[in-house]
Nanobody, 125 residues
Framework: VQLQASGGGLVQAGGSLRLSCAAS????????MTWFHQAPGKERAFVAT????????YYADSVKGRFTVSRDNAKSTVYLQMNSLKPEDTAVYYC???????????????????WGQGTLVTVSS
C-alpha cells in the first residue's frame, strides 16, 4: 500500500487544519487507517483510527472533541479534521494502514505495515 499525506502547515492556536492521506495499491475498504504524530524528541504516538467501513473510530484522550477522523472509500482517502489546535499539537503527522477483515483498533506503530511520508503541523501560540 502506498500512502501520501498532505495538508500540514502553520496555524495559530485555536485554528484548524485538515489533513488528507490518499492510498493506492490495495482495496481501501479492507484497511484500518490511523493517524499518528511525532513531536521532536518524542516517540510516535497514536492520534485517531477508523475502521474500513468508517463506522468505528477511536481517539487519543488528548484530541477527543477537537479532532475528527473520517474516510471516503470511493476516493481511497482518509482525513483528519483538527480544530481548536494547541501548541502541543505541533508534530509531524503520519497516516498508517493495516489490513483488517474485522476492525480491531491498534494503538502501536508496530502493528502497521504501511506509512505515509508525514506532514508537519506547527501551531503557534
Amino acid at each position: 500500500v502506498q500512502l501520501q499525506a498532505s495538508g500540514g502547515g502553520l496555524v495559530q492556536a485555536g485554528g484548524s487544519l485538515r489533513l488528507s492521506c490518499a492510498a493506492s495499491g490495495r482495496t481501501f475498504s479492507l484497511l484500518t487507517m490511523t493517524w499518528f504524530h511525532q513531536a521532536p524528541g518524542k516517540e510516535r504516538a497514536f492520534v485517531a483510527t477508523i475502521g474500513g467501513n468508517g463506522g468505528s473510530t477511536y481517539y487519543a484522550d488528548s484530541v477527543k472533541g477537537r479532532f475528527t477522523v473520517s474516510r471516503d472509500n470511493a476516493k481511497s482517502t482518509v482525513y483528519l479534521q483538527m480544530n481548536s489546535l494547541k501548541p502541543e499539537d505541533t508534530a509531524v503527522y503520519y497516516c498508517a494502514a493495516k489490513t483488517d477483515r474485522i476492525f480491531r483498533p491498534a494503538y502501536s506503530p508496530k502493528q502497521y505495515h504501511s506509512w505515509g511520508q508525514g506532514t508537519l503541523v506547527t501551531v503557534s501560540s
